[in-house]
């Protein structure tokens, strides 16, 4: 029975009677034991329709052919322009081969580009792969396996919708996506769904399997419900999430939880698991990159967590955090700077391997971290200690330690040279001229990304805005000898650090108003000493920029004449003004004005114009007239001369004389030598006006017109 709509219905009787004329798209077969779709759909058919509704009668060991065959299948997925396919009223005939125990599988439908609407047959137990194709939705009887759905679905970036269209107790849609029936468990999110940023359901507890909700390149943000309580997966693989993994979500940035969620959190978009205080997932598109982690928070980060991770260049882990995994940070290529804190007392493997820009780690205890053992005996190299932690790292890489602890890191297997004559140094660490005691950063007004450094390393400063609005950063300074600021009068500055503690100083003045007429900089506040960048258009009203003008204070314009310039903030308001020169109109009758070859209407006194006498036809330039305007024409006789622009405004006239050459190339009398003229009668004619004449010179007529 079709389970067609009425519309539908009709929809397809038009077409049919189309079909007559050979123009049907759509149809709608019933197949039998005995009528298959090789019979019932003409060649000519299966290769054009894009629309077709299968029935057939129902299936069971008693009738086990009475429905779609594996031909019947495999001739479904060949029609090559067919768009939707609506199987609800068919059932797959009974596979022999199983002892009529289940019906035939779906076959592999790998990269099929014709399909975009799917609803599959309402017996379907088993099907192949289904991807690289371009479906979008795909509808399901209750009766499909849930490995089905997952396994055979991924990856398939063009479908944006799963759905039921039986009623049952094993699964259920949400928005497109599918779950168990009690919507605990997310069993499938479809590739192609186009939300950047994803809110799961409350109810949903877990995910029922590793590719559950991988390889959507839409998704940016996952925000996880109050309900969730069971991560499946290391590394948030489940939600695409670890990245060295193939089915991640690679513009995942980030992953949420919801208010209310008692073993969950996020830091930074970071999800931690609170019952093991532990980082357990970071979205391959992670891109913090100065990071503190809490260690009141997080105890221990998870295996490979920022592995290949290219953004993170600063990670601090403040004291409390006590394991960093295997692997933690191998290729992070750009990661440049770690904090370490005391209560760190181990490194996994390869935690740093491969992290090329590693120049600088800080390790707060006084005991070094240790390393596990690994047993190569089968390599033949025996017990070793650690597991190429430093492998890769800059030659140019620093190690800053406590005071009076760099004799421990040198007897300790952070040294590259180091053995207790027992187990293979295999950590690849330092010399001992790596090892240098950090001092301490105090900041007054300001911040930093580190209290403490190596004594050579540059530290970034930030001064505070003041809490009160009255006053404003003036300048960097310190009382430690050996500090240089890179420029002690930017907000944001560095320095080098000496070879002993360091105190900088934030140093803030009243600041006071500065208000500018006629500019582009808008009107602000400064402190005194401050040099304020002050801009103006070139151009106003018609008007070149003539200089900057101080109306009220007593300030100094590094350069009056320039638009762009500066000047230093007095101890009082100021007002400065951008002036213009005035300018007055330029009127060329029968011409044309230029100032360096650009064309105008007006120009300001002392500036060089250039005019152009027009061109026409039958007239020949004589000179300029000036008409208003005291002003000296370079040459009044030549079609393009020049004049200085007075204070008035200035009109000049072209003046034309009669062109008197005729056609043929024969110029008029004069040109030609003695000429005599007559009319087309032949009679002579003395003074010739305009017209037509006979010109006879030097033995010769020519027919000539006089303008």
């Given at each position: 029975?079709?389970h ?5 219905k009709?929809?397809l ?13 759509a ?7 005995t009528?298959?779709l090789?019979s019932?759909i003409?060649?000519?058919?299966k290769?054009?329709l ?5 029935t057939?009668?129902?299936?069971d060991k008693t009738n086990p052919?009475?429905?779609?065959t ?5 001739f479904?997925?060949s029609?090559?322009k ?7 009223g068919?059932?797959i005939?009974?596979?022999p081969?199983?002892?009529y125990?289940r019906?035939y599988?779906?076959?592999?439908t790998?990269?099929?580009k014709?399909?975009e ?7 379907l137990?088993n099907?192949?792969?289904w991807?690289?194709s371009n479906v979008k939705?795909?509808?399901?009887p209750?009766t499909i396996?849930?490995g089905?759905l997952?396994n055979?679905?991924n990856?398939n970036?063009s ?14 849609s949400?928005d497109?996506a599918v ?5 605990t468990q997310l069993?499938?999110?479809?590739q ?5 940023d994803?809110v799961?359901?409350?109810?949903m ?5 590793k590719?559950a909700m991988?390889?959507n ?9 109050s309900?969730?309580r ?10 695409g999430a670890s990245a060295?993994?193939?089915?991640r979500n690679?513009?995942l940035r ?7 969620n008692a ?8 999800l931690v698991?609170l019952s093991k ?7 391959p ?8 982690i809490?260690g009141n928070?997080?105890k ?5 967590i ?11 882990f ?5 394991t960093?995994?295997y692997?933690?940070?191998k290729?992070?290529?750009n ?9 760190v ?7 740093f ?6 120049e600088?780690?800080i390790c ?8 596990d053992?690994v047993?190569r005996t089968s390599?033949?190299?025996g ?12 030659v140019?890489a620093m190690?800053?330690?406590?005071a ?7 007897n ?9 004559g027992t187990n ?8 001992p001229?790596?090892f240098?005691?950090?001092k301490t ?11 403490v450094a190596?004594?050579?390393?540059s530290?970034?400063?930030?001064a ?8 404003a950063f ?17 907000k944001t500055?560095?320095?080098k650090?000496?070879a002993?503690?360091?105190t900088?100083?934030a ?8 208000t500018?007429?006629?500019?582009i900089t808008p009107n602000?506040?400064?402190a005194?000493g401050?040099?304020?960048n002050?801009e103006?258009?070139s151009r106003m009203n ?6 900057w003008?101080?109306k009220?204070?007593?300030?100094t314009?590094?350069?009056?004449k320039?638009?762009?310039t500066?000047?230093?903030?007095g101890?009082a308001d100021v ?6 020169a005035q300018?007055?109109m330029?009127n060329?009758?029968?011409g ?6 650009d ?6 006194p002392?500036v060089?114009?250039?005019?152009t006498a027009a ?5 020949l330039?004589?000179s300029w007239?000036v008409?208003?305007?005291a002003?000296t024409?370079a040459d ?6 020049t ?6 405004d200035?009109?000049?006239e072209?003046?034309?004389t009669?062109?008197q050459s005729g056609?043929?190339?024969v110029?008029a009398?004069?040109?030609n030598?003695?000429?005599e003229?007559?009319n ?10 305009d017209?037509?004449?006979?010109m006879?010179s ?10």
């Amino acid at each position: 029975m079709s389970h067609l709509t009425t519309l539908k219905k009709l929809a397809l009787a038009a077409v049919a009677l189309l079909g007559a004329a050979g123009m049907a798209d759509a149809k709608d077969v019933a197949v039998t034991a005995t009528d298959h779709l090789s019979s019932l759909i003409t060649a000519a058919e299966k290769e054009t329709l894009t629309e077709l509704v299968v029935t057939t009668g129902a299936v069971d060991k008693t009738n086990p052919s009475a429905g779609l065959t594996a031909d019947d299948l495999a001739f479904l997925t060949s029609m090559p322009k067919l768009k939707y396919l609506d199987l609800r009223g068919a059932s797959i005939a009974l596979d022999p081969g199983s002892n009529y125990g289940r019906p035939y599988m779906w076959p592999e439908t790998k990269g099929n580009k014709c399909i975009e609407t799917l609803y599959m047959p309402n017996n379907l137990q088993n099907m192949g792969v289904w991807v690289e194709s371009n479906v979008k939705e795909m509808y399901f009887p209750q009766t499909i396996p849930t490995g089905n759905l997952a396994n055979k679905l991924n990856p398939n970036y063009s479908l944006e919708k799963v759905e039921f269209y039986q009623e049952g107790n094993v699964f259920k849609s949400i928005d497109g996506a599918v779950y168990t029936a009690d919507g605990t468990q997310l069993i499938y999110y479809p590739q192609g769904k186009k939300e950047a940023d994803v809110v799961l359901p409350e109810g949903m507890v877990s995910t029922i399997n590793k590719i559950a909700m991988a390889f959507n390149p839409n998704i940016e943000t996952i925000t996880l419900p109050s309900t969730f309580r069971q991560l499946m997966f290391n590394g948030g693989r489940e939600f695409g999430a670890s990245a060295p993994n193939p089915e991640r979500n690679e513009n995942l940035r980030a992953i949420y939880v919801a208010e209310g969620n008692a073993g969950f959190t996020s830091i930074e978009g970071m999800l931690v698991d609170l019952s093991k205080k532990e980082i357990v997932a970071c979205p391959p598109a992670f891109g913090v990159a100065d990071l503190v982690i809490d260690g009141n928070i997080v105890k221990a980060i998870n295996s490979s967590i920022f592995a290949n991770n290219q953004t993170i260049r600063r990670v601090k882990f403040t004291e409390g955090v006590t394991t960093l995994g295997y692997s933690l940070f191998k290729g992070a290529a750009n990661l440049a700077y770690v904090d370490i804190p005391s209560t760190v007392t181990n490194l996994g493997g390869e935690c740093f391997a491969a992290c090329s820009a590693l120049e600088t780690i800080i390790c707060r205890g006084t005991t070094p971290p240790g390393f596990d053992t690994v047993d190569r005996t089968s390599q033949g190299v025996g017990i070793v200690m650690g597991n190429n932690q430093f492998r890769g790292k800059p030659v140019t890489a620093m190690v800053g330690v406590p005071a009076g602890a760099i004799d421990n890191y040198v007897n300790s297997y952070w040294n590259r040279n180091f053995t207790n004559g027992t187990n293979a140094n295999q950590v690849d660490g330092y010399t001992p001229e790596q090892f240098a005691e950090y001092k301490t950063v105090n900041v007054v007004n300001g911040s930093t990304n580190q209290d403490v450094a190596i004594p050579g390393s540059s530290v970034n400063i930030t001064a505070d805005s003041p809490a009160d609005n009255t006053m404003a950063f003036v300048r960097w300074e310190s009382e430690t000898p050996g500090v240089v600021f890179t420029n002690a009068l930017s907000k944001t500055t560095s320095f080098k650090m000496p070879a002993s503690d360091v105190t900088v100083t934030a140093v803030y003045d009243a600041k006071h108003e500065y208000t500018l007429v006629n500019a582009i900089t808008p009107n602000g506040y400064a402190a005194t000493g401050v040099t304020v960048n002050i801009e103006a258009p070139s151009r106003m009203n018609g008007a070149d920029f003539l200089e900057w003008v101080v109306k009220k204070g007593d300030v100094t314009i590094a350069n009056p004449k320039a638009v762009q310039t500066t000047f230093v903030m007095g101890n009082a308001d100021v007002v400065i003004e951008a002036t213009y020169a005035q300018v007055f109109m330029v009127n060329v009758i029968d011409g044309e004005a230029s100032v360096n070859g650009d064309m105008i209407l007006d120009a300001a006194p002392g500036v060089t114009v250039t005019i152009t006498a027009a061109k026409k036809p039958g007239y020949l330039f004589a000179s300029w007239k000036v008409n208003e305007g005291a002003v000296t024409l370079a040459d009044a006789k030549a079609a393009t001369t020049t004049f200085v622009m007075p204070e008035s405004d200035v009109t000049v006239e072209a003046t034309y004389t009669k062109d008197q050459s005729g056609i043929e190339g024969v110029a008029a009398d004069g040109l030609n030598g003695a000429a005599e003229y007559f009319n087309l009668q032949g009679q002579k004619v003395e003074n010739p006006s305009d017209g037509l004449y006979l010109m006879r010179s030097n033995g010769k007529t020519t027919k000539v017109i006089i303008k």
